[in-house]
C-alpha cells in the first residue's frame, strides 16, 4: 500500500503539531507504521491523501452510527450553517434536542450540552460534588473519563497505550481527592469507601471502551448502586461512548441499574463536537444559574452541533430496530475473527455490545485493565498493520473499541473476515 503523502503530510505535521496529531493515539505509535491522513469519508469508507480506501470500523470513534457523510445529517448541518455557525446565545434547536433525550430516560429529568466528552464529565463530578458537599470522587483503573486534572490517576486508551498511567503536569493536591478501584471487583470499591467518608460519587463507563470493549457485569453494577445509596454518593454512568451506541437508550437498555448523573457525547452530536451531562431535576437544579454550581460555556449547544445531533437522534428514535442489525453485523464480524484465529491456534477473546465490538489477544477473559494489559499487544500491532494493507481500518490501539455504522453492509464485513484469515495467517507464518 502506497503511503508516501501521508508520510510527507505526518513529517511536516511534527514541525507545527507535537507529534504531528491532535490527540495521541493516532500517531500510531502502538501499532507501528504511518498514520494515513485522510481526505474523505463516505459511508462505510475512509480515503486517505494517497488515494487508498479503507473499511473503516473506527467511524470517528464511534458517533458515526450511520456512516461518514449520512445525507439527513449534512443537510440539517448546512441549512443551520448558513443562519449562522455561533450566538453564544440560545435556540430553540438545543430544547429540541433536550426534549428529545429527557423523553427516553425515567432517570433523567434535565440535561446541559457542552462540546466534548471530558467538558460532560468534568462538569458532571463538579455537580455530584456540589450536590453532595462532598469532595472526593471513585473511578476504575483503566476508564479514560477525559483528560481533566483529577482523572488521570491511571488511564486507559491513548495514555495506558503510551504506557504512563497518569501525567506529569497533574499536581497531586488534586489527584489526592480521587480514589482508584478495579473494574468488576466490587471489593475494591468497599475499600475506597472504607479509606473515606467523603466520597461524592462513583464514575464508571458502564461498557467500557477504552481499555478495549470490557462490559461491567450486572452483579456489579447492583452492588455498585447499593453502595452508593448506603453512603449517600452519586453513580455516574459515562456513556460518552455507549450513550446511544450499544442501544437507544445506551448500557441503560442493557443493564436494570439507574444511574444518578449520565454524561453523554459522539452519538448525539452526530459528528459534530457535543458532549452533555444529565440528571433528575433536583440535582440539575443545583446548576448556575438555578444554583451554586458554575458552569458555562460560549459554543455549548452550538447551533450546528445542535442541528446534527438532532437528526441522528431522531433517525434513531424513528427506528430502533437499526440496532438489532448493527448488533447482528458486529456479532458476525467477531465470529469470523475468532474463526480465523482459531484456524491459525492464535488465543483470541472477543465481546460485542450492540454496535460496539472489541477483541484481544489473549487466552483468557478480559474483566478488568490489568487482564487487558495482559493481552498480546505485539500482535495486535502486527494484526492491526496486516489488516490496514489489505484496506481495513481499525483502531490503532488495542485499548479501544470498534464501531459498526449502518453503511457497514454483509459484504463488507466478509470482505473484512477474509481480510482476518488472510492476517492471522501472515502472523502464523
Not at 493515539?25 to 491522513?37: D, I
Request: proline content about 4%; charged content about 20%; hydrophobic content about 40%.
Amino acid at each position: 500500500m502506497n503511503l508516501q503523502k501521508s508520510i510527507e503530510a505526518f513529517d511536516e505535521a511534527k514541525a507545527y503539531i507535537p507529534g504531528g496529531v491532535d490527540s495521541p493515539v493516532r500517531a500510531f505509535n502502538s501499532v507501528g507504521g504511518t498514520p494515513p491522513f485522510i481526505d474523505r469519508g463516505e459511508g462505510a469508507f475512509l480515503f486517505d491523501i494517497d488515494g487508498n480506501r479503507y473499511i473503516d470500523y473506527v467511524q470517528s470513534w464511534g458517533p458515526l452510527i450511520f456512516g461518514h457523510c449520512d445525507k439527513d445529517i449534512q443537510t440539517a448541518v448546512i441549512n443551520t450553517a448558513k443562519k449562522g455557525l455561533s450566538f453564544g446565545a440560545p435556540t430553540t434547536m438545543e430544547t429540541e434536542l433536550a426534549k428529545e433525550i429527557d423523553s427516553l430516560f425515567d432517570n433523567i429529568d434535565q440535561i446541559r450540552f457542552v462540546n466534548s466528552g471530558t467538558e460532560a464529565v468534568m462538569s458532571a463530578l463538579r455537580l455530584a460534588r456540589g450536590a453532595t458537599g462532598k469532595d472526593d470522587i471513585v473511578k476504575f483503573a483503566g476508564c479514560y473519563h477525559g483528560h481533566s486534572d483529577s482523572l488521570l490517576v491511571q488511564a486507559g486508551s491513548g495514555a495506558a497505550t503510551f504506557g504512563s498511567p497518569s501525567s506529569p503536569g497533574v499536581p497531586t493536591d488534586l489527584t489526592k481527592h480521587t480514589l482508584l478501584a478495579t473494574y468488576n471487583n466490587i471489593e475494591s470499591v468497599q475499600k475506597c469507601f472504607e479509606d473515606s467518608d467523603n466520597i461524592a460519587c462513583v464514575i464508571i463507563e458502564p461498557i467500557a471502551g477504552n481499555m478495549g470493549l470490557v462490559p461491567a457485569d450486572e452483579k456489579f453494577l447492583e452492588e455498585l448502586r447499593e453502595l452508593c445509596d448506603k453512603h449517600d454518593a452519586l453513580l455516574i454512568f459515562d456513556e460518552v461512548m455507549s450513550g446511544f451506541r450499544a442501544s437507544l437508550l445506551g448500557a441503560q437498555g442493557i443493564t436494570k441499574v439507574k444511574p444518578d448523573i449520565v454524561t453523554f457525547g459522539k452519538v448525539i452530536g452526530g459528528g459534530m463536537p457535543v458532549g452533555a451531562f444529565g440528571a433528575r431535576e433536583e440535582i440539575m437544579n443545583q446548576l448556575s444559574p438555578n444554583g451554586p454550581v458554575y458552569q458555562a460555556g460560549t459554543l455549548s449547544g452550538n447551533p450546528v452541533a445542535m442541528a446534527a445531533g438532532l437528526a441522528s437522534v431522531r433517525k434513531l428514535k424513528q427506528d430502533p430496530t437499526i440496532y438489532v442489525e448493527l448488533s447482528k453485523k458486529a456479532k458476525r464480524l467477531m465470529e469470523g475473527f475468532q474463526a480465523a484465529a482459531d484456524a491459525e491456534e492464535i488465543p483470541l477473546v472477543t465481546d460485542v455490545r450492540g454496535s460496539m465490538f472489541g477483541f484481544f489477544f489473549s487466552d483468557t477473559p478480559v474483566k478488568n485493565f490489568a487482564d487487558a494489559q495482559n493481552s498480546d499487544t505485539d500482535t495486535f500491532a502486527k494484526f492491526h498493520q496486516g489488516m490496514l494493507n489489505r484496506g481495513v481500518y481499525l483502531a490503532c490501539s488495542a485499548y479501544e473499541t470498534g464501531f459498526i455504522s449502518a453503511a457497514h453492509t454483509d459484504e463488507l464485513i466478509e470482505q473484512t473476515i477474509v481480510a482476518a484469515y488472510e492476517t492471522m495467517r501472515e502472523i502464523r507464518g
